[in-house]
């Protein structure tokens, strides 16, 4: 319950369903040999690993949960590295090889060991680390029902890093690591201070579920939550975040209670991020910008983030080296912000220092839109006009010729002032994308098969109501606490929200802005839509004079002590 919010539950899959592919529950110790492997083609192990299955502890409120315990074959005490998601803690209903080209993760990147989306114990067991692997409550085995970014949730968090810390096999200090899920619950049991919590690695999660996950923009995203709640396999049931999404369209003080206390994280943090990734770009970057700055490292980078994270294990391990063992090995000399800059139709920067994040010489410009011309420029129409596109298939594009090389680093927010023909509600999705100087879109490239559109944001018009205290001027934030409907006939002005990005533009390219009345993203972001858009007739666009429809860019250039040229 929340303020007398009910919460909503469904029955979980059982265990034993075979598209689960549970490995049942087995307590006991098994040695894993070295140079034995675990999947096809994947890795050997490099030493002995002591795997302890299905070991059983006790939540505070004497709920028994089940983890299995990777450790090199030593006396020694070692720290752990701490996994947390309910995919499944040996093999599970979510794995690469589902996706096609196993997500960008080569099989000889990975041993068949790993949790998916969490490190490697192949590799952490042969640096001196264990791996704890957990079912949470409700999963699999463990009892009780699964929370989903709860409260409760963070606190079961904060029990289990306790509780490994204690082990005669831990040596008193506990990391967390690893993509998504398991990112977004390292921020959360981050917030709640375990005092034998030494250090955490989220690799791409978010922090406000409603803003981030379910309902980006006040619009339904519930593809991705919805195929986790059906997948979810234990004894009993898992919240229904799908369900509660549709019952409660507005922020209440359930949608708070899974806003994590960024500021309340105090231990050392490598945050990672990608500019390509819409469910984690924007929720990243924003933590990382409340986190004490002597004590917290980003890199952005520019591919996907399951490849990104074994890709980089030597980088993470340096990381807890330094911070969990205390080692000087010239961690402390890393930039604190390494970027990526995507040069789609060119070749990309990658892990280029910078001082912070945003960068401090980023420079906000505006670019207006100019519905007469279809065109961005750089003073505002003096004439008012107006462009049309029906809502429910239609689109305007706007562009821009760019005059000398510049860089779009951080986040963006797009003004217009839209009108209706019909109904009280509309939703717009809109892109910023380079192109060619033919005017034809240049595309990152996530993996085979999954190009990215560019800097995405969208926006349901009832809920363009801004956080005074929440928004910046390129960063807007909707409160979503009450609608504003529409009036046919009215124009009504919307500050949306363009998820940060780092783009480079070439002199002759063109900068293009997309407005529509439907998703456009191609590959795994039509698992997270949630169907039709709910728009209806037609939707104009209005510019120039009293409608100072425009994009505001941070904009880097080679000669940073000028105003940009564009």
Known sequence: MADNIEVLYRDSRAPEDPEVKWRGFQPGRTVLAAGSTHSPEGRPLACDIVLDRDVEMRLRDGTRIFLDVYRPDTDEPLPAVLAWSPYGKQGGFVE?????????????????????????????????????????????????????????????????????????????????????????????IAATRPPHLAAIAPWEGFTDVYRDYVRWGGILRLGLAETLTVMNAGRGR?????????????????WRSKITDVEAVAVP?????????????????????????????????NTMEWPDQYAYEGDLL???????????????????????VLDPGGTDQVDRPEDGYPLARARETALHLDAGRNRLSTSPPAEETHADYQAETGTLTFDHVIDRDIEIVGPMKLRVWLEVDTGTDASLFVYVRKADADGQPLLSEVFEGMPCLGAH????????????????????????????PLRPGEAVQMDIAVWPHGMALHAGERLQVVISGHDLEPGLDALVADGPAQNSGTHRIHTGGAFDSHLLVPIVTAEEAEAPAL
């Open 457 to 484: 944001g969208r926006l349901r018009a009832s809920h363009r109501e801004l956080d005074p205290d929440l928004s910046t001027a390129l960063s807007p934030v909707c409160a979503h606490e009450r609608e504003q």
């Open 96 to 188: 690469y090889d589902v996706f096609p080209g196993r997500g960008g993760v080569a099989p000889s990147a990975t041993s068949g060991l790993e949790k998916f989306e969490g490190p490697d114990p192949a590799f952490w067991c042969a640096h001196g680390y264990a791996v704890v692997h957990v079912d949470p409550r409700g999963s699999f085995a463990s009892e009780g029902d699964v929370q989903v970014f709860s409260p409760l949730e963070a606190q079961d968090g904060h029990d289990v890093v306790e509780w490994v810390a204690a082990q005669d096999w831990c040596a008193d200090a506990v990391a967390m690591a690893g993509n998504s899920w398991l990112a977004v619950t390292q921020w959360m």
């Open 269 to 301: 943090a490598y945050v990672v991020a990608s500019w390509t990734n819409s469910l984690h770009t924007r929720g990243t970057l924003d933590a990382f910008t409340r986190l004490d700055p002597s004590r917290s490292w980003l890199r952005v980078h």
């Open 318 to 340: 340096a990381f807890f080296d330094h911070v969990v063992k205390g080692k000087d090995n010239g961690w402390q000399r890393t930039p604190r912000v390494r970027l990526s």
């Open 238 to 254: 898992i919240e229904d975040l799908p369900g509660m999404a549709r019952k409660y369209p507005l922020m209440n003080d359930y």
